[in-house]
């Protein structure tokens, strides 16, 4: 979709990209301008964001982790969400990511299709503007069920303790804001909680998937899940060499 060839007919189908220095536009730190083609240009701009974004060193028993200022799920959300929605045909709109020390905004050229509203797309409704490039990404797996994407930003924030995700139509364009100030610790349910507690009473140097998996009742797949979820939000360090490595282990965090 983004390229050269592409361009010709949709010159505006691109990225841009900027890095703030503090909470307005005034000082420019770094930019860029992606114009490769799909799903490269969502990868090089979540790319620069990573590049630029503050990390917060988790001192653990075991290792040190960096935790990203914003969950990478919530911004991966953001950034597929507007390329694949925006209103290609607006002349001189590019779609536009900006980075501040507060908070991150993703505009894309577009506001929400005739009769969805803000309100119906947090309730998981969605109304596909550009169904070939939803069609392209969902069968790469980019994107999974129509209308899912928000609602993982929103869960993404809550588990980190950040407010939600802000949802706005301003002129022709629709932003998403997530803010970089956590407002509360991490969220932690039942489940995650007799994880970490099995953790932290563990003399065996960590606990294997399976291991977690029957001490919280659910199959390996959904063990998984749960951790990964744990390990993004600071709380678990996942060491190994990826994961298929069978040796994989988990291991608690602490904070100091």
């Not at 597929?80 to 900006?98: E, F, L, M, T």
Request: net charge positive.
């Amino acid at each position: 979709m983004f390229g050269p060839a592409r361009l010709t007919h949709f010159p505006d189908a691109w990225i841009q990209a900027g890095r703030f220095t503090g909470r307005d536009r005034r000082r420019i730190l770094d930019s860029t301008e992606v114009r490769s083609y799909l799903p490269a240009a969502a990868d090089e701009a979540i790319a620069f964001l990573r590049k630029h974004m503050t990390r917060e060193a988790v001192i653990g028993a075991v290792k040190r982790s960096d935790l990203w200022t914003f969950p990478v799920v919530a911004v991966r959300e953001a950034v597929i969400n507007a390329i694949v929605h925006a209103d290609y045909a607006q002349h001189g709109a590019p779609i536009r990511i900006a980075l501040f020390d507060d908070r991150l905004e993703v505009d894309n050229p577009g506001l929400l299709p005739f009769g969805l509203t803000i309100e119906d797309i947090q309730k998981g409704v969605s109304k596909l503007r550009n169904h070939v490039i939803g069609r392209v990404f969902q069968e790469l797996g980019l994107i999974e069920q129509w209308g899912s994407g928000i609602q993982r930003m929103n869960a993404a924030c809550h588990e980190r303790g950040l407010d939600a995700p802000r949802f706005e139509e301003i002129g022709t364009h629709f932003r998403v804001t997530l803010s970089a100030v956590r407002r509360r610790a991490p969220a932690k349910d039942k489940r995650d909680n007799v994880i970490l507690g099995a953790l932290a009473a563990s003399a065996e140097g960590g606990l294997s998937t399976s291991q977690i998996a029957k001490r919280i009742g659910l199959s390996p797949r959904a063990a998984r899940t749960r951790l990964a979820s744990l390990v993004e939000r600071g709380l678990v360090a996942e060491i190994g060499s990826g994961p298929q490595d069978p040796h994989r282990r988990y291991h608690l965090m602490f904070e100091g």
